[in-house]
């Protein structure tokens, strides 16, 4: 096949240049939607083309398709996708042919994202992947397939600019996004009035996962927790921060659990739960970060396919799955997995969380060191150093900005 080749154009014949971004989930849909604000703040002739959800949807992105397509992980869950994602993949690319961007924005998700940097890697359009790959933590060989596949990398935590570079990639840390999450600036008093909750109920915050595949797999064994806890604790009362886009699974899920739970997805909101809270319970991943940024003493947990399971205990490299352990390189957070993910023992840990003041404030102290290490470069907000990245590779490539 004839290889295609972009005209990079000056800012004369290009006065608003087009960049294609790619999120596959909820957690990219924020960073998206930050990178889009951010990049607009510096040049506000850039326009917007590609998929992403009703955050990015909100900066003025019109999705190409549903993001909510691409809400899938776990080895064995994916295999009934294949043809629906393989589909997805294929309308992207050849929407991508037909706008001819000026560059290309890949956040995260990198079962779909790198698939897609690679099968776009001969038309010449500039490409950064946003978000590294966590091949460090399983898989390292991996990295020796990533050349030519970005422009630039950017990455979140600190430690992966150095890996990354051996490697002869060019990467550039950009700071940890959770730090203008907002997740600390949440109002305790406000939760409570306006779910009509007492002084003295005990807030348990709850996070199942982004992804439809994930949470039917925790929130049977919360709903089966609570049933013990409520033993010990009848005014525990259940919250579930989730992105709209699980929002109906989680109802569906819940429907029958013997203390009903506060289902939020509203942003504000859940900072205001995260605030109100006295302990949680969460997946592994940047949700960790997030609770720790609002102090929140925590237990991470997580339930896969057991096959999936198994394959992942022979691939990671890693001694934490928990983001905050593995930034500190110790336990701060109990981390509850597979088989040890079980009603009893879920229980039990919340119960220490919620009536042991000592092993709550071991955790907080912790989580302040770990955030420091996590501030982008000299103090800069991590989106706004990452929108100057996006635009210095479309300053190298030849197109000029309104900002320069």
Not at 104 to 123: E, H, K, Q, W, Y
Not at 132 to 141: D, E, G, M, S
Not at 169 to 195: C, D, Y
Not at 223 to 247: H, K, N, T, W, Y
Request: proline fraction near 7%.
């Amino acid at each position: 096949m004839q290889r295609v080749f972009y005209e990079r154009k000056m800012v004369e014949n290009t006065p608003q240049p087009l960049i294609w971004i790619l999120a596959g989930e909820a957690s990219g849909d924020v960073l998206g939607a930050r990178l889009m604000h951010a990049i607009k703040a510096q040049n506000p002739a850039i326009r917007f083309a590609g998929v992403g959800g009703p955050r990015m949807e909100e900066e003025g992105l019109q999705s190409l398709f549903p993001m909510r397509d691409l809400a899938v992980m776990g080895l064995v869950e994916i295999l009934p996708r294949i043809r629906a994602l393989s589909a997805r993949l294929d309308q992207a690319v050849t929407h991508i042919k037909a706008v001819k961007p000026d560059l290309v924005v890949t956040i995260d998700s990198p079962g779909f994202a790198l698939r897609l940097l690679r099968r776009i890697a001969g038309l010449g359009v500039l490409r950064v992947h946003y978000v590294a790959p966590q091949v460090w933590a399983w898989r390292q060989k991996r990295v020796k397939e990533f050349p030519g596949l970005w422009d630039e990398l950017l990455c979140l935590l600190p430690f992966e600019e150095k890996f990354f570079g051996q490697h002869g990639l060019k990467t550039r840390f950009v700071g940890h996004p959770v730090l203008q999450s907002g997740a600390q600036n949440g109002n305790a008093e406000r939760f409570r009035k306006q779910h009509g909750l007492s002084e003295t109920a005990r807030i348990l915050v709850l996070m199942p996962g982004s992804r439809r595949s994930e949470a039917p797999r925790l929130l049977p064994v919360f709903g089966r927790m609570l049933a013990l806890l409520r033993q010990s604790m009848p005014d525990v009362v259940p919250v579930i921060p989730v992105s709209p886009v699980v929002a109906h699974t989680v109802a569906k899920e819940t429907a029958r659990w013997p203390v009903k739970p506060l289902i939020v997805t509203d942003l504000h909101t859940k900072h205001d739960a995260f605030a109100a809270a006295g302990a949680a319970l969460t997946k592994s991943g940047t949700s960790t970060l997030e609770l720790a940024l609002a102090g929140v003493p925590m237990a991470v947990t997580y339930r896969v396919n057991p096959i999936t399971a198994f394959m992942a205990r022979r691939l990671i490299r890693v001694p934490y799955v928990a983001m905050v352990n593995l930034l500190a390189g110790r336990e701060v957070v109990p981390e509850l997995l597979q088989e040890h993910c079980t009603p009893e023992i879920l229980a039990q840990e919340v119960q220490t969380l919620l009536e042991n003041p000592n092993a709550a404030a071991q955790q907080k102290a912790a989580f302040k060191t770990i955030l420091a290490g996590l501030q982008g470069p000299n103090g800069t907000l991590p989106a706004d150093a990452a929108a100057c990245a996006v635009l210095e590779v479309l300053r190298a490539g030849g197109i000029k900005h309104a900002s320069s």
